[in-house]
């Protein structure tokens, strides 16, 4: 309340836009573009705390005649409420947004659509009340103490407050449900941040179960929340961490549809198309789900005629792509209790396979797993019982906006059919300019990092809606670690720091310098050819022999 915390600056009048106020401060006060200050007002007979967002800052110097807007409250009132003199007298002329009460019937911000007064007084809002507000945390009180709510992921702290002092706790249920996008340049720190969010899912109060698809085998070091002890409860759990390598990737032909087949098969004609349809068609009718190319062959054969020259052309790029690839088989498919479970973060590793073979598995997977939980929520016989949240690691591979990756169909039915099935997607991209706009504007959580690239800034702004221009206006100037968190899980977006990882982290790039000079020193260290040779060690050379 600002009649008990210390008064920061004063209302001059009306900003620009209808929710915005200008006010002014004196130099000594750090008040930063982002911090979140407090006023009361009496709305509907009550006294409300209402918060706002600073977004501009610019200074002035001493007090201009004419500059507060409201002509009524004088500079010596403003420089008298600020406590400060007003000869050659510093001020900031600051922006803000107002934000609104926290209406604890609805659990969030309601604008009480009047801007404060000029020569209302301002206080940095406390910490204890922003941790209650900012997320969506649905509290009844602004008094709840949130570390002790079930189901929150501590991401960090807010940005402008000192280390650790203004918590930020996001509802697990709100991103993993309704999903969630993590987006930033190479290096910002999205592999990082995405690895927090993992540890907060995987502790005892939530248990999740979680499938992450990474391709660059970026999350290595997740294991140690194996007998860690921050993730241990006294009932005896403690996370799985399952590492699924490329060899144990498997699927089942009979799993593909036939649009799978044709992003498999090179350019095939309309005829090729045509006959393959028709065939494969037939195969998926059939009662056995084991069938391989032979089966399929003979199948094609047999309405089409053995001399067929389209069949032939077809049993050739068949055989080559499908029959001599070791993803797919008639038979094996990765069985879904392996990798689902609860309280088990499987990491399905694909960095040996191709971009094809890690769309097509991650196509087929994501499909079988979409029928079950399906089945589930139906009430019909399902493998996956519970809610599953799987993550992306470079999602524009697997969503892209252009080209004809296979899993695209399916994944923008989870970003739009998911949260009602209990199946929720999170995608990393440094790219957000290249994910498909319906896959991101789904995404109903955006954790946005530093992003420098124009197109990349603006596929945030048009999917991140609830972040607004002011905020965005942050990306490029955010350090590695540095956040701007949006959408469901937030009442309002906020800019944090990260915390750190209680876990390793494995995904640094390599320190080119050091690995350079160690492996100088160690050529150094090794004995020449010849000097082997005189020592009648290793080969020698044919000349050193002949001597
Ligand atoms: N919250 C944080 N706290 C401390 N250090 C961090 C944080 N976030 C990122 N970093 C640092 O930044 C480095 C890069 O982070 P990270 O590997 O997550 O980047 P990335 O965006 O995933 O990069 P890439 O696109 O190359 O995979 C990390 O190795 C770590 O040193």
Redesign the pocket.
Known sequence: MPGHEEVIGTVAGPGEDPNEFIFVTPADQPIKTGEFITYDVTVDGESRSVFARVTNRELIRGLPEGFLADPEVGPETVAATLGVPTDDTELYRMTATVIGFYNTNMETFANPRQLPDPGTPLSIAPDGQLETVLPNLGCDTVETEVTQLDGVAHI?WLLNRPERATNIHIPIEEFASTHLAIL?A????????AS?LIEEMMRPTSRASLLVFDP?G?YDTLAEMQGHESFREEDGYEPDVVYYDPERLQVRISELEIGDVMAILDNPSNRMQDRLSTAWRSMQNQESETWGIDDLMTEMRSEFGGNDASVGALEWRLRRSIQRNDLFDPEENVPLDEIIDPGQCTVLQMDTLDRRDQQLITTVLLRRLYRERLNDVRGRESEVEHPVFALFEEGHRFAPTSGDAPSLGIMRTITSEGRKFGFGLGIIS?RPSKIDQDVLSQCGTQISMKIRNPNDQDAIKKSVEAAGEDVLRELPGLT??QAIVSGDAMNTPALI????RRTE?G???LDVIDKWREAYDARQREPTRSESADFGEGDSTGVQSLD
């Open positions: 960090g930033a190479t290096g910002s720190g999205k592999s990082y941040t927090v660059h970026e440094q590695p670690g720091q990260v915390r750190p982290h995904a640094g790039s």
